[in-house]
């Protein structure tokens, strides 16, 4: 195999697999070193950025790579996602928590009104967060797919830095989409 179709054999990997793959997988698939395969993934990245395009080659954290939508085109075709985007008022509850982390949702609910306990549900569902009974509570962290879905690190210092900064753009994009109120509770914070 040649190196173009080395180039489309792994953007073909990550659009088919739904998911981070890591440098070690895509590697396998192509039959070439790593190092090789850092190249092609690093080339690939570059095409994508300057075909300004809805898509992005983004590496993540522990050799991982994903074929993702640049997070600022959410808002916009958010509700042809399967499974549906989150509203704007739970995007909130899951910056607050991601920032907050780990934290009672005794806490979340007290900071943000009882609405939450449904954000918390819906959260859970999708795999963003984490729920784990504690006492008549439960503690709140984010997941491993919040992280790669919002292209973040996975250690919790390096992200809440990154949320404050990506987080904050992307909320304010929903909420001009959604034409929502300007109800900022947990914003201030950011």
């Given at each position: 195999m040649g190196l173009d179709e080395d180039l489309v054999t792994l953007e073909a990997a990550l659009y088919v697999s739904g998911r981070a793959l890591t440098l070690e997988e895509l590697s396998d698939l192509i039959g070439k070193a790593q190092s090789t395969t850092q190249k092609l993934l690093d080339q690939l990245s570059a095409e994508y950025m300057h075909r300004d395009g809805a898509l992005e080659v983004v590496p993540l954290p522990r050799e991982r790579y994903a074929l993702q939508l640049?997070?600022?085109?959410?808002?916009?075709?958010?509700?042809?996602?399967?499974?549906g985007l989150l509203s704007f008022a739970t995007l909130q509850t899951?910056?607050?928590?991601?920032?907050?982390?780990?934290?009672?949702?005794?806490?979340?609910?007290?900071?943000?009104?009882?609405?939450?306990y449904d954000h918390v549900k819906e959260l859970t569902e999708k795999k963003f967060i984490d729920a784990v009974p504690e006492g008549r509570s439960k503690i709140l962290t984010t997941t491993q797919l919040f992280?790669?879905?919002?292209g973040l690190d996975t250690d919790r210092i390096r992200m809440k830095a990154q949320l404050r900064h990506k987080m904050k753009k992307i909320l304010e994009d929903q909420q001009a989409e959604e034409s929502v109120s300007p109800r900022t509770a947990g914003l201030e914070d950011l």
């Open positions: 640049k997070p600022e085109l959410t808002p916009r075709v958010g509700k042809l996602i399967p499974g899951l910056v607050y928590i991601a920032l907050k982390q780990p934290i009672l949702q005794s806490d979340v609910v007290t900071q943000r009104g009882t609405h939450c992280s790669d879905y919002f």
